[in-house]
C-alpha cells in the first residue's frame, strides 16, 4: 500500500470515528436516538411542523455533526443552543434573530441581509441551513416579503445542493397561508 493509500485509509477511519463520537454524544445530550429514518438529500427543502423547534434542531445538529458544517438560525440564543443541545460553533455557525447589537445577530427586520448570510454560506459549502423563528419573522415582515425570501432560498439550495430545515408551529399561522409554505417545501413531520 502507497502512504497515499495508507493516508486516505486513516483520513476514512478518523472521519468514521468522528462521526460515531458524534453520534454518541449526541445520543447521551438527548438521552435518546437520534432518528435515521429521516432521510435528507442535498438540494432539498424541508418543512418540520412542531410546536417546538425540538426534532427539526436534533435532526440538523445530528446532520451537521457528522458533516462537520452546518447554518442554524433561530429566536434561541447562541449561548442556549450551546448549553442544551451542545452545539459547538465548530460545526453549525448559531444566528440568532434578534433586535439586540452582535457579530452573529439578525434583526428580523432584515431579510435582505438573512438571506445574503445564508446563500453565501450554501454557496461556500453546500451544507444545511436550520431556520426556526417564521413566526418572528413574518411577525416583523409581510407574507409576501417572507414567501419571496423563501423562494429564493430554495432555488438557491437546490442549485448549491445544500439542504434546508424550516421548523414552524402550524398554529401561528391561518391554513391557508401554511399551504403556500407546505407547496414549496417537503413535509416531513
Keep these: ?49 412542531e410546536q417546538k423547534p425540538e426534532e427539526g434542531l436534533k435532526l440538523s445538529l445530528h446532520r451537521m455533526e457528522e458533516e462537520g458544517n452546518g447554518y442554524v438560525l433561530t429566536r434561541l440564543s ?13 460545526i453549525a455557525q448559531l444566528y ?10 439578525f434583526d428580523p427586520v432584515d431579510l435582505p441581509l438573512i438571506a445574503h ?5 450554501v454557496e461556500k459549502s453546500g451544507g444545511l441551513i436550520f431556520i426556526e423563528g417564521v ?8 407574507f409576501d ?13 437546490e442549485v448549491e445542493e445544500g439542504i434546508l430545515i424550516l ?4 398554529r401561528t399561522i391561518s391554513e391557508q397561508r401554511l399551504a403556500q409554505i ?6 416531513i413531520s
Design 1 to 49: 500500500m502507497t502512504a497515499e493509500e495508507e493516508n486516505k485509509k486513516n483520513t476514512r477511519q478518523d472521519k468514521q470515528r468522528l462521526i460515531e463520537s458524534g453520534k454518541q454524544l449526541l445520543n447521551t445530550i438527548y438521552e435518546e436516538e437520534v432518528s435515521d429514518d429521516i432521510e435528507l438529500e442535498s438540494g432539498e427543502c424541508y418543512l418540520f411542523k
Design 78 to 90: 447562541p449561548k442556549k443552543i450551546k448549553k442544551r443541545y451542545g452545539a459547538s460553533e465548530e
Design 96 to 105: 440568532w434573530l434578534t433586535k439586540l447589537d452582535g457579530d452573529r445577530n
Design 117 to 121: 448570510s445564508i446563500i453565501n454560506f
Design 135 to 142: 413566526e418572528t419573522l413574518l411577525k416583523h415582515n409581510s
Design 145 to 157: 416579503r417572507f414567501l419571496s425570501f423563501l423562494d429564493n432560498l430554495v432555488d438557491v439550495v
Design 167 to 170: 421548523s414552524l408551529d402550524p
Design 182 to 187: 407546505e407547496r414549496k417545501l417537503n413535509i
